[in-house]
């Protein structure tokens, strides 16, 4: 709870501003709205700077559009992540204006004026196949305000063609090294820079990979110190906190 | 490798002001140095702002001495990681001056003037036993540079004693959450706060924890965004992805 | 065996009201009735105090109309869960009054006169997602005489959801908390109450959620005593066992 | 939080009996007191109906003497659970009056006026190997006010053995019944009963027993309902469990 | 090799009666035919006592027919198990006096006389679902000659419903017990005879069942003596070991 | 139960010879004597043919001491596996003609005049290592009046040391087949013999082996039919299950 | 890098026939092309001996045919292993010339003169569902020159049926060994032969074989030296590693 | 079995030179000696190049003495691998000749004039705490004839001390890279040359990396074609199967 509002509360009820039955009421009340079965939190923004990002993947296209709908109103944007076929129909026939990105199934709308994007975050993907990955985790930490670039398919078996863009990495504030198989690229990306890097398996492989749980344990194992780790498939996450880390904070009071 | 240097090297090649084979052994031998039974990385400041951290655990008393001996003359300091009793005690022999963290296992020694901390990194335990891997989190992002603090036994089955902190936690430019079990505290730090949190899994706990594995995957299974994770009783690693983000590069150059 | 009826049996074999050989039938077969490929235990009731609920996933629609068919001649209810749409259809057809409630897949009929719902069972629920197996609990706790209520989104990322309804989480007999991804709802809902806790951990998540088991063992690891785990989705057994705790047993002899 | 003391600290401050400043201070600090190590909760026997019962395996002989210092003097007892022996060689010196029971490894003290036990919590126990689980359950069910009774070496490769006491089954509030090796033991009871019972697997076995975990999963697959499971060897939370649902609360208002 | 073939051959070797060259191509290439993508081994029944099963679920239905026109061929008779929809349609063509059994789907023939069969293998199934692998290890006992019964849907949570059969367990020379969940039927069987019982996991269960991994881990830890078991869903091997079990070997050298 | 028994019982019952209470006192309670922890069941030998035999790995030397004190009372044997050394020591000291058998742990004594051995168990073990689980099997179906076998180190790395003996192999009435490692032994033994044979997994291996995992899974998987298994070094069930074949039931009523 | 290149390029800068930058240049961006969405390794062949083969079960159609397209124009060649039905269609349509192999899915052309295959690379594999598996590796090996030859369907099960071979198996350069289920082949081929085996896991079995982990660890823990292993189902990785241990080395400098 | 020695054998057999008994004893038993415990294999070394190399791990002192000695008379050399302290100090009082490795646990003689060394094995390693594998590996290749250098210390997190080395591992006939932690070196090894390449993972790492399966799965995952992966920590086995890659068959008849 912000102090700063527990206190004009209470001075409120001090000076009998506020009843205490109504003071109780907001205490408690206040920061939520029920849309039946859903509890939309739209202090969330104020909480963690982003509307509610919702995960389309458990829901049906009528949930996804009546969240939607919610979050347009209350933040004139929303941001949806692994949309089913369905899903996507109906939320383009409600929200015509609404981009759908089919290769990492993210469908966004973003009625606000355009941000100036910040920073650098540079997502890097080993393979090809790890695509719609990195592309979750680019559109993510846009949408986050962060000036975000992709490099694609600089695995470590042509361990030449990362070293390549070396000081691309190097200039990045954040990265996110996607990677499925045996997962290596972050420990090689992390032992070329002095940035934070973010991993992310991917269920890309066979046999033995265990849908990205290979990818997972090298990330988790990295001998290059600053490499943390998202869990399998997640670009969202990834991006997430690397546009988190980008932010430039020193403007704000902390 | 750094272009600038490699545009200077070729240029002397170019004025004959290096041989041929003078420039190849450089291009290729230079940046290390070896010390018989490891290669030790003395470019390693350079390229990743630390001087090499070393992991004390598989290795013996006398390779960690010849090792700390070899950094301190390179860099006027070193950092040693889980050293094991018969380590630390040689250690002391040898560096007097340094000193021995016994919760943490750390044995560092830093001979350079104190430089002044910045930012503040925020290392949260769950409970008293997480406690020697907060503190190696800890102690690494300060060695890094990091303004830092640690905030103790504040799990979640006593949600209020965490919440009696919210503003702490909101105050940090990057946290580390550290809790053993269900691994459940840095979904709730994560959505108390809009800033990135570093999750680290500890060994604590028994039977189906197996050795932290359940807190490891509650961690990367957080539906909390913003939330990347370590391996398992890892506070080295978070500790140090923390200082990385917590880093205030806007004043050097990309 | 029920010593009242031993003894009485063993009785009427002392007044020779029956013979040996009729005693041993009696005292072996009685209280089973074979049913071809199913063994169906009508005395199932009055050991367990609920008739035979049916498991419908692994069993054809011919197979869940008869042994339904023989339930209900024997207790005039059936509560049948995980039916497939193949098995709803063929049930409707046979019970035009049976209802078929799609989100959780259970098929009930209960011809009898309602009984009175007593003590309070909550289900809690983290996710939109979790909603089906939220709604197998409740079902469930009610078919067995239990007044329940459902509380569903208050998952842990946005723990003031949670806190503003901790009166009703403390007015409860018994709680049902269900929850996928790293599972940490009932450790914290655990940490607010002084009832028992009864966990479900859905297969909702991906990649090292692996179905669940993250879930279940965030669970089985939690910090809060008084929390107990049911399988994976099973949110029949979790709505079974909070019935029974929920159940007032002192005007019942023991 | 509680409603009523939320109410009359308003009411405070709205008649002036309370500064703002004093009200936000009990409002975020009061019910915790610090220790330095650890921040024990003293409002945590008024949320949950037992003071903070101390995991003694993870903690040092003088922190465990530091936190049943201050627990003795704010409750008049202390629980320990899985004391080693340096932990209890120093508890008993510190507290000459508490109770060591070795085969649980339970350490405890309680100088209230014995408390009257009430209902009827029965532990169950397949093997003598199982003993001391099953023990610490017994001891933690009626340190929390149940009526406790322990039957042993009632495993299902001799089933006649426990359908001997099937009568004591059918008399329990609440049962635990405690199985290593195939776990089978809570399914059999299980159909006995119509009592909730709480199944906890333990690490007796060997080989692909897994130090539990085909216990566990026997127990979370078992086929009779109202069965719910704990940890691996949490004998103390199965008795923390049981003692709730054996609590009588209809004399409590809800 | 058996030694009086090879003492026959070599005799004749000795008379001259077998050229060295043929004596070399008789030990090394006799006993094999090629049919292409299989080499079938027709010397299997001599060894083993039954031509060779065919497991239907890796092979085109055009190999399984090849196949079993060879068999047929040889032994008069063919067994083929896993059988898909397109292979029994294929079998059913070319050999219209089989007969294809679709709960556990095996299609077999045998043009031999009847022979009688001997023993008694009892297959235990603890739920109606384990009956298509129940099924399978039935009729796979009975086709290597031994007289098998089946008794069905008698799980541990009815315990009663099992006992009431105890005298048919007793006779039986083999028993096979089939159980899915948490496995412990076998534990129980084992418990009430002094025959050997072979327990059969099925992949019957969901959520933390592993597709039958908790009853494999469950049976193999099973506290009776006398227990062993087969790989999950395995009918066939488990009844194929049952019938060795059962052949009276008195009457034949060995 | 026994039929006849029962009927004996309540013939007596109808006759008056037994009163109703004394009946139903018998039928519940007779076959078990109390020991304090253990309750030991003496009806076990009537039941499965062997007095109960013990674990010895989870109990303290007195524990061992006094269970063997009873069976030898009631049996005039006792068989304890898996004893440790100090349970060695003191079943020694309380029965000095005990044999103790260091290699597998195996502590026993048999008082009873020596019965004729019947039959063939034939023990194989892949590798010197794999002796003393191979001991296990061998005394244990030897006390259960097996003539049994041993024949060491015929892994399948140099097959042709195993084809030496395949007589041998085909001469057994049951076969054990004991390996660790990958475990390849019982397919390449279940493939020369048309006998019931049971595979044992050992703990023999490092790495990727997991304490005999990797044996148990290739045993379970092997494509030789008639193979069983048993849990990983669990010597004694596989001696226990071959003992249980190899007798000789056709003289015996079934 | 070639130092030769390295020298030259150096020479060419000392002499000013190449400048500074585009030295710089060269040997930054020179060995890679850009397709767009995949960066192509021109110069794979010439470190690793081997055009791109390219893995065609994670990639569109359109995707596949852009990268043969370049492949062919670059090498005269390309292998596409893991062909989906649509690319299959798509790629024989693009290249009519090329050849699909069904069973193994690999689809290849090859416009160079046809090279002399030499030394001899031996597959074999254990069953007949193992064939697609086998296939796979014969085509790679041959496709990187070497004599490749395959032998079905001699699992041990049948011994002899291997044995027969023993000399085929000795004559082998390098021998590719494939088998599911319990994985036993390579172990015992492996104990015939002074030849590297590389051993491949098949998915081949059901339960307890877990798509192939079962053989995979069997294999791992192989008790024969020289056994070497690749991922489940990766008959290409075998094949290519085989023919490089084949490949004649002693023309070439090293 | 060698078919130039069975006909010579049954020549002999034709011409009476050799009756058929003694055939049938040649046939069968020659090749093997029995020294009680162990089966020493003699043939060993034709079939497969190495006399019997000793795994010392789960031998006692006086096993592994007894087997190096008949290995010593029959092959005037002995290499016995894992040997514990009490095997290293009863090895060398027997052979004082013997050396011994301690940081491999290595102790080997070889009484045959020193073989020339042919080709060229280079063993490479991740880090220091690899280095006793490594030596494994190293020791073992030396032993069975091949050139061996070893190079440590070149992990992927410092990329460019591994690419400093590139013409060293272009140079060499086989590799070996043994790796702990994400076990991410074989994959860049692979990409940077065209030769064999065999992948050791190490136990070397903490939390999740498992005791070695995080770099044992990322081995079998890599994306380089030509690795292939031995057990965690097998040293020899990846030694022993690049001497067999390493050896020139070019002037032996195949």
């Known amino acids: ?3 700063k509002k527990l206190e004009s509360l209470l001075r409120d009820v001090q000076t009998n501003a506020l009843s205490v039955d109504e003071a109780i009421s907001r205490l408690v009340h206040m920061p939520i709205r029920d849309v039946g079965h859903s509890q939309i939190d739209t202090h969330r923004e104020l909480r ?7 995960f389309g993947a458990g829901k049906s296209a009528r949930e996804i559009v009546e969240i939607a709908t919610v979050l347009l109103a209350e933040h004139d944007r929303f941001f949806v992540t692994r949309v089913h076929d369905e899903g996507a129909e109906a939320m383009l026939q409600a929200f015509p204006n609404a981009e759908f990105h089919a290769r990492s199934r993210i469908l966004a709308l973003d009625q606000r004026p355009a941000p100036a994007l910040t920073g650098k975050v540079l997502v890097v993907a080993a393979g090809t196949s790890d695509g719609p ?3 979750e985790a ?3 930490a846009r949408a986050l305000g962060a000036d975000t670039e992709l490099l694609e398919d600089v695995g470590v078996a042509g361990i030449h063609r990362l070293l390549a863009h ?3 990495l190097r200039a990045a504030r954040a ?3 996607v990677a499925g198989m045996e997962g290596a690229l972050p420990s090689v990306v992390g032992g070329l820079v002095d940035r934070p890097v973010i991993a992310v398996p991917t269920s890309v492989g066979y046999g033995a990979s265990f849908g990205g749980v290979a990818a ?3 990330m988790l194992n990295s001998c290059s110190a600053g490499v943390t780790v998202v ?3 997640n670009g969202f996450g990834a991006g997430y906190a690397a546009a988190l880390i980008n932010r430039d904070y020193s403007s704000r009071e902390l």
């Open 166 to 168: 070396t000081e691309r």
């Open 175 to 177: 990265l996110v090294v």
């Open 216 to 218: 997972l344990l090298g």
């Open 138 to 140: 680019t559109l993510t």
């Open 231 to 233: 869990n399998i498939d």
């Open 1 to 3: 709870m912000d102090p």
């Open 133 to 135: 990955v990195a592309e």
């Open 48 to 54: 963690c700077g982003f509307p509610e990002a919702v």
